[in-house]
């Protein structure tokens, strides 16, 4: 008999402002097309709001996007607000339009990896799936 595998949920968040939702819907749809559970909260979210919803539906990781230029605010709320929840150890994936130079200042305050436009899809599947099966 076959052994079965995991199915892993994620929940894809916009946080902010930002209404542009467009890559968020692209990694979704790879991710539930690559076997994933997707849950999309939509946009203009608030960290709290992402927290809470993760802990709700059970999530396996968070994937956060920003094109509007407050993911140094926004992405380490979300790492706070999941913290308080008792749910420090979902990982957080960012995304969106962020400068190199942010990266390191987010995976800092907690954020496990962040990608930027042009990343192969395949690299970020291998890092949700890589994170989940922490």
Same mark, same amino acid.
């Given at each position: 008999?076959?052994?079965?595998?995991?199915?892993?949920?994620?929940?894809?968040?916009?946080?902010?402002?930002?209404?542009?939702?467009?890559?968020?819907?692209?990694?979704?749809?790879?991710?539930?097309?690559?076997?994933?559970? /997707?849950?999309? #909260?939509?946009?203009?979210?608030?960290?709290?709001?992402?927290?809470?919803?993760?802990?709700?539906?059970?999530?396996?990781?968070?994937?956060?996007?920003?094109?509007?230029?407050?993911?140094?605010?926004?992405?380490?709320?979300? /790492?706070?607000?999941?913290?308080?929840?008792?749910?420090?150890?979902?990982?957080?994936?960012?995304?969106?339009?962020?400068?190199?130079?942010?990266?390191?200042?987010?995976?800092?305050?907690? /954020?496990?990896?962040?990608?930027?436009?042009? #990343?192969?899809?395949?690299?970020?599947?291998? #890092?949700?799936? #890589?994170?989940?099966?922490?």
């Amino acid at each position: 008999m076959a052994k079965e595998s995991k199915r892993f949920r994620i929940l894809i968040g916009k946080p902010g402002l930002d209404g542009h939702d467009r890559g968020a819907k692209c990694i979704a749809r790879a991710l539930r097309d690559d076997g994933f559970e /997707v849950v999309y #909260t939509g946009i203009r979210r608030t960290a709290e709001e992402i927290a809470v919803a993760a802990v709700q539906e059970d999530v396996d990781a968070v994937g956060l996007s920003s094109l509007s230029g407050a993911h140094l605010q926004l992405f380490p709320e979300v /790492v706070k607000a999941l913290k308080k929840h008792d749910a420090g150890d979902i990982p957080v994936i960012g995304g969106g339009i962020i400068p190199e130079e942010d990266v390191p200042v987010l995976k800092e305050q907690g /954020v496990q990896e962040v990608f930027s436009p042009g #990343t192969p899809m395949e690299d970020i599947l291998k #890092t949700f799936r #890589t994170l989940c099966q922490r």
